[in-house]
């Protein structure tokens, strides 16, 4: 009888297994701005043009993602707009999640083909800086995605501070929101420490800086989260190009922890280099792939 239960067990697994996909494809993409209309009392920002709104989603439907989390989304409207012109391109994403915290300009937002199972986005997150209270502008964005009935990924993704001068100086601003992002993550995988957690966005700082540093913890600690090394055909690492400054850096990345980083599928891991990429956006995507287990 023992036998015959377990062997039922067994079927039923591999069954549900056998439903859903063997790999999954996840891309990270800071869009640049896909802004239409600019929200009343809002710095001035120029509208992103159907030119580049094409090769944006050109450059995505090329990679066919079936989880994307992007920066530099603009209102809910434009949201839509973006799900619609991705539908009509071949991509159907009917699960989203999009974060509305202190900035009232740019969003990060999450679309995924797979059911999303929890949300604990953060988006009334502040700390102190010299005295003063400052907002995390773009908020935290927390799901989990059910991408078969015994696979869950664990997306947390967002944009830290840019490198625009303020008066408290940014790079202080970036590494205190970089420490709430920490901690978020840190709570997380303290309660769940086999969690696949994927980190992601526009950091805004290159590997060796502090804010970087903070995120991905203490190296080799059971919390601790790795960068995925991504390079393009040509070797090359980065996924920025800062045309005032003529400089290319790498300053999006896709984190995992423990738990995922043994899912990356690296030789099928990798960072675009479509002709058109430029035109889409100053940054380039991000492409992880990752195997499905239970």
């Known amino acids: 009888m023992i036998r015959v239960l377990l062997f039922f067990l067994l079927t039923c697994s591999l069954s549900v297994l056998a439903e859903g996909p063997a790999e999954v494809r996840f891309l990270a993409y800071n869009l640049e701005n896909y802004i239409r209309s600019v929200p009343e009392g809002s710095r001035p920002v120029e509208p992103k043009s159907e030119k580049s709104i094409a090769a944006l989603i050109a450059v995505i439907a090329s990679e066919k993602p ?158 601790a989260l790795r960068p995925v090394d991504l390079r393009d055909v040509n070797g090359d690492k980065w996924t920025h190009y800062w045309k005032t400054a003529d400089i290319y850096s790498r300053i999006d990345y896709v984190l995992t922890s423990r738990a995922a980083t043994q899912d990356v599928i690296a030789e099928k891991s990798h960072i675009p280099r479509p002709a058109n990429w430029y035109e889409a956006s100053d940054h380039r995507p991000l492409v992880v792939v990752l195997r499905v287990r239970p």
């Open 66 to 223: 079936d989880i994307i989390g992007v920066c530099e989304m603009g209102a809910p409207a434009e949201f839509e707009d973006f799900l619609t012109r991705l539908k009509a391109a071949g991509l159907d994403f009917p699960h989203t999640e999009y974060v509305q915290a202190a900035d009232l300009e740019r969003h990060v937002a999450l679309a995924s083909r797979f059911p999303i199972s929890a949300r604990h986005s953060q988006t009334n997150l502040s700390f102190d800086l010299i005295g003063k209270k400052q907002y995390y502008k773009r908020g935290i964005l927390d799901v989990t995605i059910d991408v078969t009935a015994t696979c869950q990924l664990h997306f947390i993704g967002t944009h830290l501070k840019s490198k625009r001068d303020v008066p408290e100086d940014e790079s202080l601003v970036r590494r205190g929101e970089a420490h709430l992002l920490r901690l978020h993550c840190k709570s997380i995988l303290e309660k769940t420490p086999d969690a696949r957690m994927l980190v992601y966005g526009d950091f805004n700082d290159t590997i060796n800086e502090a804010s970087i540093r903070e995120i991905m913890g203490r190296k080799n600690s059971d919390d």
